[in-house]
Nanobody, 127 residues
Framework: VQLQAFGGGLVQAGGSLRLSCAPS????????VGWFRQAPGKEREWVSF????????YYADSVKGRFTISRDNAKNTVYLQMNSPKPEDTAVYYC?????????????????????WGQGTLVTVSS
């Protein structure tokens, strides 16, 4: 059971990039999926989440209005569309998935609540 995040690379500020998260060994539509990122010397932070049940989407304030999370169940993939990225968005981006019950509504912001993780993909935004 694995997750793979890919699609990272070098992008100019104001451009666009789409990250993908695909599993092997399970069906992603049964899981809530989150994106996190970790910049050099910083802690891993939550970026976005899409729920498994009703497809609700949530975003960190820092990316709201610029990033869009979506899922394509036919392709068993979750995407993070990054529009108008900024240099401060430079980080390794990770996707994570979990299907268990959580006792509080904002559990998806906590990286420790996710069971499965991808290996990360580096996004570098040039100014």
């Amino acid at each position: 059971v694995q997750l793979q995040a890919f699609g990272g690379g070098l992008v100019q500020a104001g451009g666009s990039l789409r990250l993908s998260c695909a599993p092997s060994g399970f069906t992603l539509d049964r899981y809530g999926v989150g994106w996190f990122r970790q910049a050099p010397g910083k802690e891993r932070e939550w970026v976005s989440f899409i729920s498994r049940s009703d497809g609700r989407k949530y975003y960190a304030d820092s990316v709201k209005g610029r990033f869009t999370i979506s899922r394509d169940n036919a392709k068993n993939t979750v995407y993070l569309q990054m529009n108008s990225p900024k240099p401060e968005d430079t980080a390794v981006y990770y996707c994570a998935a979990d299907s268990s019950y959580h006792s509080y509504s904002t559990w998806y912001k906590d990286k420790d609540e996710f069971l499965y993780w991808g290996q990360g993909t580096l996004v570098t935004v040039s100014s």
